[in-house]
């Protein structure tokens, strides 16, 4: 049986903004339920959680220990501050790809016809980890995908130097990112696939563990 003792895992939740304009950002639909479910799922099994949360309307777990971030560069911050605690790294955060080149410090007035935005690359926080984490660290990605699912979660896990990549469809209404459920393949290494069926999201995450733990 696998010893959970003084094990840590540390896990990403929810989406990150990125600023536009005192009012306005740039973000996403995740709604954070995933990556909660999961840590209150760990710390029912006995780990420590280090929650990495973006904005969300969710009350994390009492035993977790809680990290508020609103940027992906803040995620990314935070991340590199905290990963060499952890014995799991599980990335389930809506990580925003891109941010505005500059943000105005005052409200974005309506006065053209059309508005062009910069954006620049935010760190890429799971090929970080790929990079920097010990060899007897277990990183898990996750893949949100809406078309060739298994092609681009495959390209992940190897690109990002992964354990295992979890891949959801969040095209469907009924597994998206505000759903209370999910239905997920889990791949790892070796062509090695797991099938978890649609299931209601602090279950999908109990066999989301017994997976990679």
């Known amino acids: 049986m696998y010893d959970r003792t003084n094990k ?10 990125e600023k ?11 709604s954070g339920k995933m990556g909660f479910a999961l840590a209150e799922a760990a710390l029912g099994l006995g780990y420590e959680v280090i929650l990495v949360s973006g904005p969300v309307s969710l009350s994390a777990p ?11 560069r803040e995620m990314y911050d935070a991340v590199m501050t905290q990963y060499k605690k952890a014995d799991i790294l599980m990335m389930v955060a809506a990580v925003a790809d891109y941010r505005p080149v500059k943000s105005s410090k005052t409200k974005i007035k309506k ?6 935005l910069k954006l620049v690359k935010n760190p890429d926080i799971l090929k970080a980890l790929g990079a920097k984490r010990r060899a007897n660290q277990t990183l898990v990605g996750f893949a949100a995908e809406t078309n060739h699912h298994e092609k681009h979660a495959l390209k992940k896990l190897k690109e990002k130097k992964c354990d295992y990549i979890v891949m959801n469809n969040v095209a469907r209404s009924d597994i998206g990112f505000q759903s209370d459920n999910n ?5 790892g290494k070796n062509n090695i696939s797991y099938n978890l069926r649609r299931a209601s999201k602090i279950n999908i995450a109990k066999m989301i563990l017994k997976i990679v733990t």
């Open 111 to 116: 006065k053209k016809e059309t508005l062009t």
């Open 62 to 72: 009492k035993k977790a220990k809680l990290i508020n971030v609103t940027s992906a």
């Open 183 to 187: 239905e997920v393949i889990v791949f």
């Open 8 to 17: 840590t895992i540390l896990i990403t939740a929810g989406p990150t903004q």
């Open 20 to 30: 536009l304009d005192p009012v306005r950002y740039i973000s996403n639909y995740s």
